[in-house]
């Protein structure tokens, strides 16, 4: 694991972060997005149970962003 | 054979994400992205799902092919056996980061995604990461939910 930027930002003056770095394939991203709120914002699973597990998927895999 | 009752689709796993229909629809869009942006090359792309599946055991996933990108009897053994020495240096620089994502994101190293971003660009190597990640998504589901395992075209039927 790094905790150095790997890949430079795509935004000119923005630092390197998560939304910088992906803006390198901003369509991409933006579909990725789009799935990304239908997952939230839909679906008959409730958002406890999909936080909770989110939480816990990110303990696991030890991401801590 | 899966344990949640299909519903009538093109396959099974599309017919079991057929109960959440616009999910299925932006999944496949978003999926589709990678394949059709011009990114990353196709070949690569094709190189490092298989190389996925393999790790991940997915039978229904290696059971696909894309038609597009002919790979020889002695590639697919080579990706099955994780022995990347035959192909490209842009090629092998895909397949390392793809050799960890499964199992081992925490031990890709800054040099390996560096590698990647020199040989296919930046921009690319954003899109390979994030390629990878769901073709790791792509097998975890396709095991979880009980996939069945039938030849199939990945052009045609991206989550055949």
Redesign the interface.
């Known amino acids: 694991?790094?905790t150095?930027p790997?890949?430079?930002s795509?935004i000119v003056g923005q630092a390197e972060d998560f939304a910088s770095?992906?803006a390198?394939?901003p369509?991409?991203?933006a579909?990725?997005f789009?799935?990304y709120a239908?997952?939230w914002q839909?679906?008959v699973v409730g958002a406890e149970i999909k936080e909770m597990t989110r939480l816990r998927n990110a303990r696991i895999?030890?991401c801590g962003y | 054979m899966s344990l949640i009752t299909p519903q009538p689709a093109a396959s099974e796993l599309e017919g079991i994400l057929k109960h959440r229909p616009e999910l299925l629809e932006k999944y496949r869009t978003f999926y589709l992205s990678f394949w059709h942006d011009g990114l990353v090359p196709r070949r690569v792309l094709e190189l490092c799902r298989r190389r996925v599946a393999h790790i991940q055991g997915c039978e229904a996933e290696l059971a696909l092919s894309d038609p597009q990108t002919r790979l020889s009897p002695a590639e697919e053994t080579a990706l099955a056996q994780g022995d990347f020495a035959s192909f490209s240096a842009a090629e092998q620089s895909a397949l390392v980061l793809a050799e960890s994502m499964p199992n081992g994101v925490h031990y890709i190293s800054d040099e390996e995604v560096k590698r990647a971003a020199r040989e296919l660009g930046e921009p690319a190597c954003v899109a390979l990461l994030t390629a990878l990640s769901f073709m790791d998504v792509n097998c975890r589901l396709k095991i979880v939910l009980g996939a069945d395992v039938a030849p199939g075209s990945l052009h045609d039927d991206i989550l055949n």
């Open positions: 694991m790094s150095i790997r890949i430079s795509a770095v992906t390198h394939a369509d991409m991203i579909r990725f789009d799935l239908e997952f839909r679906g895999t030890d």
